[in-house]
């Protein structure tokens, strides 16, 4: 069956950068597209950015232009999103997804997700 | 930016008891159109896709409509296990954007 799993918690300072990773394992990583999406509390979810785990093509939401960056490294079937000059504000669960193959590989809704992982900014 | 709006914010139903949800697109999403379902603690789970067609497992009391900018998520008799909060996703253009969430509670 699909998996996504991803890093532990984490706890940064402002002005750092934090790294997670989403593991996928049940399909072939390369045919598919993952998306990172992340929810601070009590708020709605928030799109950031995705890869094409195929060709490693990249889009972010401008919101995060410049912050944010989405890699993969094919031969692990791991994707990574890096968020630099963290904000107390980027504190939030984030999760990875992957797009359910009913609609399209690459971008369809979401119908396997990580178990998402809190990213706390404090000083 | 498409911006997803949803009401209401809560619903109070009793179990047994049909409830309706909306979720209103700034322009139009055409039926590209996703509902998940999110329990506290846990990822959200897919629900419905182009507006109306039930993803893997779902049960049949979900059902979804609408297309354009008007789209509701009917849940027929509501089950212990529905009580959550329920968010409407457009996939139509970028960026994804999600609504507010509707949180269906336990009257």
């Known amino acids: 069956q699909v998996q996504l799993v991803q890093s532990g918690a984490e706890v940064k300072k402002p002005g750092a950068s934090v790294k997670v990773s989403c593991k996928a394992s049940?399909?072939?990583?390369?045919?598919?597209?993952i998306y990172w999406v992340r929810q601070a509390p009590g708020q709605r979810l928030e799109w950031m950015g995705w890869?094409?785990?195929?060709?490693?093509?990249?889009q972010n939401s401008q919101k995060f232009q410049g912050r944010v960056t989405i890699t993969r490294d094919t031969s692990a079937s791991t994707a990574y999103m890096e968020l630099s000059s963290l904000i107390s504000e980027d504190t939030a669960v984030y999760y990875c997804?992957?797009?359910?193959?009913?609609?399209?590989?690459?971008?369809?809704?979401?119908?396997?997700w990580g178990q998402g992982t809190l990213v706390t900014v404090s000083s | 930016e498409i911006v997803m709006t949803q009401s209401p914010a809560t619903l109070s139903v009793s179990p047994g008891e049909r409830a309706t949800l909306s979720c209103r697109a700034s322009?139009?999403?055409?039926?590209?159109l996703a509902w998940y379902q999110q329990k506290p603690g846990q990822a959200p789970r897919l629900l419905i896709y182009?507006?109306?067609t039930r993803a893997t497992g779902i049960p049949a009391r979900f059902s979804g409509s609408g297309s354009g900018t008007e789209f509701t998520l009917t849940i027929s008799s509501l089950q212990s296990e529905d009580f959550a909060v329920y968010y409407c996703?457009?996939?139509?253009?970028?960026?994804?954007?999600f609504g507010q969430g509707t949180k269906v509670e336990i009257k």
């Open positions: 322009q139009s999403v055409s039926s590209n």
């Open positions: 182009g507006a109306s």
């Open positions: 049940g399909y072939t990583f390369t045919s598919y597209a």
């Open positions: 890869i094409n785990a195929g060709n490693g093509d990249t």
């Open positions: 996703q457009q996939y139509n253009d970028w960026p994804r954007t």
């Open positions: 997804a992957r797009p359910t193959p009913y609609t399209s590989s690459w971008y369809g809704p979401f119908d396997s």
